[in-house]
């Protein structure tokens, strides 16, 4: 890539952990450190990210701080109380991306983010201002209505799975998020009622979300798998 340009990192990590059995899944441990850190140490070892800012329950705020002091989050400069909702969260962690000519949002629930999904992303959303990595659905999808009756099959071969990081042109999201006065589930659907083309590009199938202990469980299969393969 040519010069780089300014990317800012907002990590939402406000969630209920309502499917977690309890357990707050932000600070539950994966391998050898919390969940919430694995993306945030993949930030702030990333040289295309210049500030972090990460949304947390209002009781895991002092718990955040602590954690940002012991990993030494050098670029996290806010940790603030996340919204009822996931685009209360990001919609509060905009003005702290002033300055920024990109905006990377990134769930905190996802632990494998790499180096090479931020780049590729980056390099993606260039194209059109907005780029979301997702991978294709691979499992056959059906309809209904009512949750009991199959009423259609649908083709997968249009089919993708949205997944986080998700990348935009700041003022373009901050604009998406002025007008929003809907419920959306990710930033990309912010973005395209403005009328604005959402690029995606190949995430990764490694890249799950933790939202049940079964998640979490996986999540261990795949860190091990992954340290093995980095003492080869």
Same mark, same amino acid.
């Given at each position: ?26 600070? *539950? ?9 694995? +993306?945030? =140490? ?6 295309? &990210? $210049? !500030? ?80 979301? *990595? ?9 309809? +209904?209505? =009512? ?6 099959? &649908? $083709? !997968? ?76």
């Amino acid at each position: 890539m040519s010069k780089s340009p300014k990317l800012g990192a907002i990590i939402v990590a406000a969630g209920a952990s309502q499917r977690m059995g309890g357990l707050n899944k932000a600070f *539950a441990p994966l391998g050898n450190k919390p969940l919430l850190a694995w +993306s945030v =140490d993949t930030c702030q070892e990333c040289p295309l &990210v $210049s !500030r972090i800012v990460i949304a947390l329950r209002k009781e895991d705020l002092a718990s955040g701080q602590n954690l940002a002091r012991q990993r030494g989050w050098t670029k996290v400069s806010h940790i603030y109380p996340g919204g009822r909702r996931r685009q209360n969260s990001v919609k509060r962690g905009l003005p702290e991306m002033a300055g920024c000519n990109w905006v990377m949002v990134h769930d905190g629930a996802r632990p494998f983010l790499t180096l090479e999904l931020i780049q590729e992303g980056l390099e993606a959303a260039r194209e059109t201002g907005a780029a979301i *990595a997702a991978v294709p659905v691979t499992d056959t999808v059906k309809l +209904s209505s =009512d949750g009991e009756l199959i009423e259609e099959t &649908v $083709s !997968r071969d249009r089919l993708w799975l949205a997944q986080t990081p998700q990348i935009f042109r700041f003022e373009l999201l901050k604009r998406a998020y002025e007008k929003l006065a809907v419920e959306t589930t990710d930033d990309a659907a912010a973005v395209e009622r403005l009328g604005y083309k959402v690029k995606l590009y190949r995430g990764s199938y490694q890249n799950i979300k933790i939202t049940t202990p079964a998640d979490l469980a996986l999540a261990e299969v795949i860190a091990r798998s992954d340290e093995s393969r980095h003492r080869l």
